[in-house]
């Protein structure tokens, strides 16, 4: 049925997607995304309002149980109409602890971590913390965008980059510049 009839309806309606990920996931089911290139939610929320009408039919929002309200509350302010669906939960890995112990026992504290997300903050930087000790001091944190930076220093922790656009190319530039002193 989706070959055959609702992908075509549904191609007739934009697709409007926050990165690269997930709009290469749009494309494999045979959308077309809109606004990839935004990066985050206050910037696709600008670029679907330069498009969308005021009082247009509204637009569904499938989106995770810990979203945050920058898209529907800028869209509703503009007049556009969106429709929330939560379609997942995030939660906590089950080894996790496990996980973050090993490594700090074969690797110790590392020189950087990077946080891809202000949940991945909820769950690890307790764990981090503790197994840092004192050398928490002496690790550079990056984040992948300005969400996720927000969600960092309110939890303390000093960030030493934030991509400039949430691709691994802009990241590892900013991990590069924060790692290494201006003549490494």
């Not at 996720?148 to 590069?176: F, H, K, N, W, Y």
Request: include cysteine.
């Amino acid at each position: 049925a989706w070959s055959k009839c609702l992908k075509q309806k549904w191609n007739a309606k934009p697709a409007y997607v926050v990165g690269k990920a997930t709009a290469s996931l749009v494309e494999e089911i045979g959308l077309s995304p809109q606004g990839e290139k935004t990066g985050n939610a206050e910037k696709l929320a600008e670029y679907i309002c330069s498009r969308e009408k005021p009082n247009s039919s509204s637009l569904l929002f499938p989106c995770g149980a810990l979203k945050r309200e920058v898209l529907p509350t800028v869209l509703k302010e503009k007049g556009v109409p969106l429709e929330g669906l939560v379609v997942y939960q995030t939660a906590q890995h089950a080894d996790l602890r496990q996980s973050l112990s090993r490594y700090f026992s074969q690797q110790g504290v590392p020189a950087g971590i990077v946080f891809f997300s202000p949940s991945g903050v909820k769950f690890c930087l307790q764990h981090i913390q503790k197994l840092s000790g004192d050398g928490i001091s002496r690790v550079k944190f990056a984040a992948i965008g300005p969400t996720t930076a927000e969600a960092m220093e309110a939890a303390g922790i000093p960030v030493s980059c934030t991509a400039e656009s949430p691709t691994p190319r802009d990241l590892a530039a900013g991990i590069q510049r924060a790692l290494c002193p201006p003549n490494c």
